[in-house]
């Protein structure tokens, strides 16, 4: 054999290392997750309250807050988030906006969730008043996930095909009618994905929410959107750092992780799985 | 009456475009407004370079350089961990990996990178400190290295998918050149592919890193939290990002703790800023280079 063939040999068997490395251990944390966790999951734990102090009981209502907190973050990033990329892609697709927009979009993508924390506490929670609740918390999730909307939106509309806008126009229809009738409506799988992501985005986002909306206990469920509330990742967190026995503590938390777990990675596997039929669809 | 219609709605949705602006000018306006006050008090240079943080000591110390070191390893450490799994992993996607094993691991890694932080932090917690301690003889854990450890494997999705698309921007016509000429597939691959893709590997890692560095539920729980400049990487540390998380809710609103957070967080967006810029301007040059231009 020759000596540039062993080369190559041996650099690829590096590669599929680092290729195999990556997915074993990415793996090996969530098997062990699920291999820990599932032995908690019960439908007592999914279903009750946590009692004795966080030691016993189930994690309902902290399954509940996280579903509020992530709901309102949508509610409030996907009008306007769909909105801008609409702008981008219908009236404006050339114009020195786009570059801007499409700027401060990758910049607000990168910015440290615990900087959109402290955003939060010093807009939402101190100077709109809205104290420490789900209402503060679902709006600092809601600039957080922002981005992601923005950005998968503009992709799905972008995929539109020319053809059917000009088909629309050619039948007389308005810009508006064609965008409200035609264009969005074919985009929705895309902007559906990008709702998906976000939704697991939101969930699993511990930082914004630790002075917007955490509570480490509340005696019983979320009333209104102006109380503190429990969230899964919080709960994981305090869990694991306060609290006096911590090992019935980190045997609740194995089973929060394993919930969490699930939760983000079945939305993100739908999202990417919407995202590659869509595809199909168009070049088909 | 239908055309003042059309232009309403125009104006409406050019309003919505610069949502993401404004909150963008926003988080900049808040975060100047909330750590200036420090700064009446402490100097600039203080702050940055000063070696003792203790902000609840009498008189309070706001030196931030441990915190700043603090961060720098980890992400340091962490760049080791995953700039050659990432990049490992997107050479083998591109250039190894049959049709059918690229469906199944592509997907994998892009789902992979959605798990939150906070899992690695409880998995660090609870496997990867105990293991490190008993397997180093380490006195603790939870320590810079076991941090950038895992702090490294979660960036390792972003890195792997980020150049996995560079790779896929390089024309064939590049390596049918190579290949015409004599040259093997890794000859190939390390003079011509990777090379051409080398500002969108670049950013990619740039991407990479920012995440590591303002990640900050893993290293809360993780790096040991201990405010000091460490001597060795299997010192406990406290970066920028854990100060933050784990102190403000003790800080009075309004007291110069509090004020000092927001200024650390000042910091800690500016850096992250830079690298989205340079992550930013390197990518576009790639486009145009490759003849990608959008």
Same mark, same amino acid.
């Given at each position: ?122 807009? /939402? ?111 994981? $967190? ?47 | ?11 409406? /949705? ?43 000591? %009498? ?11 603090? !961060? ?19 050479? $083998? ?26 899992? $690695? ?26 941090? !950038? ?24 016509? /590049?390596?049918?050149? !190579? ?35 303002? %990640? ?39 007291? %110069? ?28 040059? /790639? ?8």
């Amino acid at each position: 054999m020759k000596k540039s063939e062993l080369v190559q040999k041996a650099g690829f068997a590096f590669l599929a290392l680092c290729m195999g490395l990556t997915v074993f251990s990415l793996l090996s944390i969530i098997v062990f997750l699920a291999v820990k966790g599932s032995g908690v999951i019960s439908w007592e734990f999914l279903t009750a309250a946590p009692a004795d102090s966080m030691t016993a009981g189930g994690i309902a209502p902290v399954i509940l807050g996280t579903f509020y907190l992530t709901l309102g973050a949508v509610l409030f990033a996907l009008p306007p988030g769909l909105a801008c990329a609409v702008y981008l892609t219908e009236y404006s697709p050339k114009g020195w906006t786009v570059n801007l927009v499409r700027i401060s979009v990758n910049n607000l993508a990168g910015v440290p969730s615990v900087v959109f924390g402290l955003f939060g506490l010093a807009v /939402f929670v101190k100077f709109f008043g809205f104290g420490v609740s789900i209402l503060s918390g679902s709006l600092t999730l809601g600039v957080l996930i922002l981005p992601v909307i923005i950005s998968a939106s503009q992709e799905a509309l972008i995929a539109v095909p020319q053809s059917l806008r000009e088909a629309s126009l050619a039948l007389g229809a308005t810009q508006w009618e064609t965008i409200r009738r035609v264009v969005v409506p074919a985009a929705l799988p895309g902007i559906l994905t990008g709702v998906i992501l976000s939704l697991g985005r939101a969930a699993g986002e511990t930082a914004p929410i630790l002075f917007t909306a955490a509570a480490f206990y509340i005696r019983g469920y979320p009333r209104s959107p102006m109380s503190e509330v429990m969230a899964l990742p919080y709960h994981i $967190y305090a869990l694991m750092t306060e609290g006096t026995r911590p090992e019935l503590q980190t045997r609740i938390a194995y089973g929060s992780s394993l919930v969490l777990l699930l939760m983000v990675l079945l939305m993100s596997a739908a999202a990417i799985f919407i995202r590659q039929r869509q595809r199909r669809t168009w070049h088909a | 009456m239908r055309c003042r219609k059309e232009k309403l709605i125009r104006y409406g /949705f050019t309003a919505a475009a610069f949502t993401a602006l404004v909150f963008l000018v926003g988080i900049v306006a808040v975060l100047f407004t909330e750590a200036l006050p420090l700064f009446r008090k402490v100097r600039v240079a203080d702050f940055l370079f000063g070696r003792v943080w203790y902000p609840t000591g %009498e008189p309070a110390d706001f030196g931030i350089l441990p915190l700043i070191a603090g !961060s720098f390893w980890v992400t340091l450490g962490a760049l080791l961990v995953c700039v050659p799994l990432g990049v490992g992993s997107a050479l $083998y996607l591109n250039e190894l990996a049959g049709p059918k094993q690229k469906a199944v691991l592509k997907p994998a890694v892009e789902i992979l990178a959605g798990v939150p932080s906070i899992v $690695y932090g409880f998995f660090g917690m609870v496997v990867i400190a105990p293991l490190l301690q008993d397997l180093l003889g380490l006195p603790i854990g939870l320590c810079a290295f076991t941090a !950038s450890l895992i702090l490294g494997l979660m960036a390792t999705p972003t890195v792997a998918s980020v150049a996995e698309d560079a790779l896929g921007f390089v024309p064939r016509s /590049f390596r049918e050149a !190579s290949f015409a000429l004599g040259a093997d597939r890794w000859r190939t691959l390390t003079k011509v592919v990777i090379p051409a893709a080398g500002s969108g590997i670049s950013t990619a890692i740039i991407l990479g890193m920012s995440r590591a560095i303002g %990640e900050t539920m893993t290293v809360l729980m993780v790096a040991g939290g201990a405010a000091i400049i460490p001597a060795s990487a299997f010192d406990p540390v406290r970066p920028m990002t854990s100060a933050i998380a784990a102190e403000m809710g003790e800080a009075p609103v309004g007291g %110069e703790h509090y004020h000092a957070l927001f200024a650390i967080a000042l910091v800690l967006f500016l850096v992250t800023f830079v690298f989205n810029i340079a992550a930013e301007l390197i990518s576009r040059r /790639f486009r145009l280079k490759l003849g990608h231009a959008r």
